[in-house]
Every structure is written in structure tokens, then in C-alpha cells.
């Protein structure tokens, strides 16, 4: 009788395991999906190559900003409240990117969907600790939503590749709608309803600066038509609501990401690598399909099953990282995975500027094997030096300013390498910026090797 009530229980756990991952699958897989159909989007909608970096950055600088005010109103309203109400959004925003006739239509339901996306994974994230109490049963829940996750990322381009190629790429925003419904009907039945009516305050003047500051940036950066003064004060108006929004932060009783989270400069290292890493290989995947269409003159379909290169290694290599961190310390283990993601990038690099289609070809696959590894060694263990260096006391603020900085230096590196690329139907184009994210890797390097300690928490552990 006891082993039939565990067994249930268990059951019980999975089911809202995977309910809660779907939605994490679901806001990351939009985003990867959306990377291969960007030629077809930009050849439909009419947008030039700003244009089509505001398709990913509209949704990105709509989940930043929002994720600020989503752990308020989840902790007020309910997280599962929240969740469903980021579902239903995700939903609607879905069916309207699917439907729009041109370009500002699609980037405003690009922007609703961010904001729906980021109640989706406050909400799953919340209620997954309060499903769990229990550490163990909650680490077990969240290296599965962590799985769930990388399989997202890593076939993300290659369905979005295959329903560009054969349906065309509305379907690729069509295909969220019955897993909404299937979140909408399933977490009311298995996930119970958590909040914190103590929990943290709303602070709409923050979540205004942060989405001010990003939003400012990007703009400077992709408005290649606008002259050079307009965007230096686009630029300094950034920085100043930047300045602005951490001055405010810090001055707080309870604020809602503390900046002295990286007051110190193991911390400072890790939010080099946090930047690095989106510059380096996320940013890069968002430019791979105009590079291999430009390239190598693939169809969107090939192109799909080409980035598996880059994205698999998301999925078989981070196992491994955790053993590398064990014998070298956390140092020593970054230095080197940045190293090889700055490799593969140069590949990419050689592979823009050969002139022999066999050697493009070669390059190509080369960096972004190359990059799917060093990223694949690096992104996990970013999350783990965060919690090993952050002070106890402050991990959960510690993971909420890290999700934020992924997803405010992912919108920026990619309006960065949009900047310096002057058009997409050339290959030797795509040199520069592909140039300046083995540059972001490099510096990488260099922040670990400066800001890091040489050892891991395990290693000083056992010493």
C-alpha cells in the first residue's frame, strides 16, 4: 500500500515537473525557432536587417523588463494565477504573430508575447519551489525543467527550420497553441495555487528605467539611418536611466534586483562571462541562418538541420562540465571554455572571408561545432559559480539579476552584431560581427583569469 501511494506521488511529481517545464520549453523554444525563419520573415514582411534583429530583441526587451514586475504580481495575485495569465497572453500574442500583415505588427505582438513569456517562467519557477519543499525532490525538479530547456534550445532551429520549409513561417507561432492549451487545461489540475502576500514590493519606476535603458541602447545601435548625434544621446540617455535604475535599486529597503549582488569582483567576473557568453554564441545563432543562407546558400530546411551543430552539443556535452569545474577549479575550467568558444568563432570568421565554397563549408561546420561546445561547457556552470560565490543569504536575488542580465545582454549583442552588419546577402559581411564576438569571448578569458578564484566551492571543499 505504501509502495502504490509513493507511486502515485511520484507520478503526481512528474506530471507537474512536466507541466511546468512545458512552459519554460515553450518561451524558449519561440526563441529559437524564430532564429532560422528570420530570411523568410525579413523576405515577407519587408524588413531590412534592423528590422529583423527587433523580431528577436522586441520579445527579449519585453521578457526583460517584465520579468521585474511578474515576481510581484505572482507573489500578490498567486504564482499559478500568474502563470495561467502569462499562458493566456503567450497564447493570443501567438495567434497575432501569426496573423500579421507587416512589419510594426508583428513586432507588437512580439512585444505582448515577451510579456506573457515572462509571467510563464516567473510563475513555473515559483511554483516549482513550492511544489517542492523538500531540496532534494526540487533539485531533481529543476534539472529536469533544466533538460527540457536544452532540448528547446537545441532543436528550436531545426522544427522552426522544418515548419518554415513546409508550411511556411507563421506556423512556427501557430504550432504554441495547443501546448497553451494543454498548459491552460492540465496546471489547475495538478499544480496548487502558492503566493506571498509579504513578498516583493512592485516597482514600476524600475521596471520603466531597465526597459528605458535596454530599449534606448538597442534602438542607438540598430539605427543605421539616423545620424551619429542622435545616436551618441540615444547612447549617453541609455546609461543615465542605466545609472538611474542602479542608484534606485541600491538606495531600496527591498529592492527588486540588488545591484550589490555584484558588488564584489568574483561576482563582476560573472557577470563578464553572463554578457560574453550571449555575444559569443546566443547572438551568433540569431546571424547563422542569414550567414549560411548568404554563405552557402542553403534552404531554410537545410539550414534547420545545420545549426544542430551549434545546438546538440547544448544537450550531450554539459554533463561534463561539472567534472571539468571538480579537477580545475572554476577558473581554469572558464578560461578554457570561453578559449574554445573564441575558436569557434574564428573558424566563423575564416568562413566568411574564404573564397573556396569547400573551405566556407568546412570552416563553417567547424566554428559552429566549436561554439555548441564551449557554450555547452559554459552556460550551466554559469548558474552554478552564481549560486557558489553569491553569499546564502542573497541566492534567490542572485538568480533573479542573473536571468536578467541573460536576457538584457542577449537583446543588446544582438543589436550590437546587427550594427556592424551592413548587409545580409553577402558572406565576407558577416566578418565583423562575427569578429566581435570571438572579441566578447576573449574578454571572457580574460575576466576569469583576473576576477575568478582558482578554485570551485567543491574543490575548496575538499582541501
Known sequence: MHNRASEVAQGRSNLITLALGLGTFLTLFDVTAVVVAMPAIAKDLGFAVAGAAWVIDAYSLAFTGALLASGALADRFGRRRAMLAGNAVFLMASIACGLATSGPLLLTARVVQGVGAAFMVTGAIALVAGAFPDYGQRARAFGIIGVISGVAMALGPTLGGLLASWVGWRWIFYANVPFCLALALAVPRVVAETNDPNGRPLDPLGVALLTISLGLAIDALLRRDASLALRAGCLVASAAAAFVFVLQQWRSPRPVLDPRVFATS???????????????????????????SAGLLVSIE??????????????????????????????????????????????????TLSASPAMRLAAT?????????GAALANPQIGNVVLALAPPTQAGMASAVTMIVRQSGFAISIAALGATLGTTEAAVAFATPFTL?????????????????????QNVASS
Not at 561546420?365 to 561546445?373: D, F, Q, S, Y
Open 266 to 292: 568574483a561576482m563582476t567576473g560573472v557577470g563578464a562571462l553572463l554578457t560574453a557568453i550571449q555575444f559569443g554564441y546566443w547572438a551568433v545563432l540569431v546571424y547563422l541562418p542569414l550567414f549560411l
Open 365 to 373: 561546420i567547424a566554428g559552429m561545432l566549436t561554439i555548441g561546445v
Open 437 to 457: 564576438a570571438a572579441f566578447a569571448a576573449l574578454v571572457a578569458m580574460v575576466a576569469a583569469l583576473v576576477l575568478l578564484p582558482a578554485k570551485s566551492s
Open 302 to 351: 537545410v539550414a534547420g538541420v545545420a545549426l544542430l551543430a551549434a545546438t546538440l552539443p547544448m544537450l550531450l556535452v554539459p554533463l561534463s562540465g561539472g567534472r571539468f569545474v571538480t579537477r580545475w577549479g572554476w577558473r581554469r575550467f572558464f578560461i578554457v571554455a570561453f578559449g574554445i568558444l573564441a575558436i569557434g568563432d574564428l573558424f566563423l570568421v575564416l568562413a
